[in-house]
């Protein structure tokens, strides 16, 4: 009789012990008793019996005739878990597709490993460039993995490959037939495997070049439910598994430009913007008299771009960078202009105004802007006999939707496309006349640690939808904003050496490390009061925490977490793992975020 310790897919940072008379089971799935109910797990490893303060429970059945895996991608998958800080059963399942049970045994990759290229290709999305890349990859016999970090990039992507090339693509994404997808590759069928997240679990077949479409600063979630970093995977598995990597961004991150540059890979940077931009007269009204007669010159494909809460009036601390938050329950602080007090929309206390940042003691600014409702109104007073397509996450919930909203206005449908919460979509709206871009700076009331990255990207993507006349207008009340300026020059180069700079007087990444931890339950006070323990336990051995933040999902979860800072990571991986770990519980759902 032996002991199995059994990883299952639930986010609990532990194995469970089970009893079993079989020897060869390691790496394979069983079926266990789990409470009241039966479940699926995945044998990690065999022991002999011991006894314990407890009955152990035996399994149920053997579910696989072999090894699914090898023991050398359970141990990549053991590295993965580490590095990111996820329970290892959650990394494991999530990183399989549905099982299936092979006719053919699988082989994997034996060859000699040897440290793979880096390559990055700043300032453009060229489809036709990349598949030709691909092609010529195939060609050589190598193994071929596109990642995106947008479902909808990777349809519009395939769509192009299916014009163009005779490369046979095969498809994660719909679950249901993942698992023939994952039969498919083993046996050699395709060319090449595209997915948002499974190529890079594959094992090795052969010599594997992962093809990265880095969309730059990604949207930041607090309670993401598998919270890793797409480009910092791709990292990793260049490192750990010495796969070839090509990334391909308009604008990539810092911590992108900063990974290639350290690893001494080939850096090829085109022209950001080719086209004419310009920076409309600052007044106060969002649509002025030179804006409208602008649109009217343009007449048709005038894309205009607004945040939709842009009457919130929040603060924000241009010496480190942080929005002001309420000291008791993590929300977003708000300037009312007729008390001429801050304000916390959640629990409703006031503070009064000079308001200076929590961290530095610095006078805050306060950023807003004209809301949507506000401008949609006065578009269809001014242009009466246009037609307008809304896009917003609320309006474009479903992909189909989405693509019907987007294909009408290109096709000239629709007049102008108005923009609350878009997703900048360079690789499908292309050729427009006119970009209005009202307030990039409200970027800086989110969460994201990436912001002035992904102010900076934004603009590069607008740019590269204009058609050879159109134009881009930025409308700012920060104009001198250097994420602006440097932009305009179209000059990458010089923008990251500044946000570089910035970084490291803030000791920001990549000099620091972060890490959020985090709750969520039903209840807020629940939340709340587990939130405030991690963070009492925290204190002193943690360089600096910021929190407890707030946050309520739309599926009336209440989200409660602290950011941790320090210099080094394994001191903040060993302190969450030696005193937080052993405290997680039902009652609440824990989770890590190891954003940077």
């Not at 060319?191 to 090795?204: H, M, N, T, W």
């Not at 242009?383 to 206005?409: H, P, T």
Request: charged fraction near 30%.
């Amino acid at each position: 009789m032996r002991i199995a310790d059994v990883l299952i897919n639930i986010p609990v940072y532990k194995s469970y012990a089970y009893i079993t008379d079989d020897e060869d089971i390691v790496l394979r799935r069983v079926k266990i008793p789990f409470g009241s109910r039966s479940a699926r797990g995945f044998v990690s490893n065999l022991r002999d019996f011991q006894k314990a303060s407890y009955k152990y429970k035996k399994i149920y059945e053997i579910l696989d005739k072999k090894n699914f895996i090898s023991q050398e991608h359970f141990n990549f998958l053991v590295k993965l878990s580490d590095n990111f800080l996820l329970p290892m059963g959650k990394v494991l399942f999530l990183s399989l597709p549905p099982f299936y049970d092979f006719k053919e045994k699988i082989v994997f990759y034996s060859g000699e490993d040897k440290k793979g290229d880096i390559f990055l290709n700043i300032g453009e999305f060229d489809f036709p460039g990349i598949i030709s890349e691909a092609e010529k990859d195939v060609s050589e016999g190598k193994d071929v993995r596109f990642v995106f970090s947008d479902y909808f990039t990777q349809e519009q992507f395939l769509g192009t490959v299916s014009k163009i090339s005779n490369l046979s693509f095969l498809k994660f994404g719909d679950s249901r037939k993942s698992g023939k997808v994952w039969e498919s590759f083993f046996r050699g069928e395709g060319s090449a495997v595209s997915g948002i997240l499974y190529p890079l679990f594959l094992p090795k077949r052969r010599e594997t070049v992962i093809y990265l479409i880095d969309e730059g600063p990604q949207k930041f979630y607090l309670d993401h439910p598998f919270p890793i970093d797409l480009r910092e995977l791709s990292f990793f598995s260049y490192r750990e598994q010495n796969h070839s990597l090509k990334i391909f961004s308009l604008s990539p991150s810092l911590k992108t430009y900063d990974f290639v540059r350290k690893e001494m890979g080939k850096i090829k940077s085109n022209e950001i913007s080719k086209k004419r931009i310009l920076i409309a007269p600052l007044k106060r009204n969002t649509l002025t008299k030179e804006l409208k007669a602008k649109v009217k010159e343009k007449e048709k494909k005038v894309l205009f771009l607004i945040n939709r809460n842009a009457k919130k009036r929040f603060l924000y601390c241009p010496r480190c960078r942080t929005v002001s938050t309420c000291p008791d329950d993590g929300a977003t602080l708000l300037f009312n202009e007729e008390t001429e007090k801050v304000f916390c929309p959640v629990c409703k206390k006031e503070f009064d105004y000079p308001y200076k940042c929590q961290i530095c003691g610095t006078k805050v600014a306060i950023i807003g802007g004209v809301g949507i409702s506000s401008l949609e109104r006065n578009l269809r007073k001014s242009f009466e006999n246009s037609s307008f397509a809304k896009y917003s996450r609320k309006e474009v919930s479903k992909s189909k939707k989405e693509k019907a909203l987007i294909d009408s206005f290109l096709k000239g449908e629709k007049d102008f496309l108005l923009g609350t919460e878009i997703s900048i979509k360079p690789f499908t709206i292309k050729n427009l006349n006119l970009i209005i871009y009202f307030f990039p700076e409200l970027d800086l009331g989110t969460e994201n640690p990436e912001l002035t990255e992904k102010i900076f990207y934004n603009l590069s993507a607008l740019s590269s939808m204009l058609s050879s006349e159109g134009e881009l207008i930025i409308k700012s009340k920060i104009p001198d904003f250097y994420a602006i300026e440097e932009f305009l020059k179209g000059d990458y180069k010089s923008f990251i050496e500044k946000e570089s700079k910035i970084r490291k007087d803030l000791k920001y990444f990549p000099f620091s490390n972060f890490i959020i931890i985090g709750v969520s339950s039903k209840t807020k006070d629940s939340s709340l009061k587990r939130i405030k323990k991690y963070r009492k336990i925290l204190k002193g051995n943690i360089e600096e925490i910021y929190g407890p933040f707030y946050k309520k999902r739309p599926d009336g979860e209440n989200v409660f977490y602290l950011v941790l800072k320090g210099k080094e990571l394994d001191p903040l991986k060993n302190i969450i793992v030696e005193k937080i770990f052993p405290l997680s519980d039902t009652s609440t759902s824990f989770f890590i975020n190891r954003f940077i």
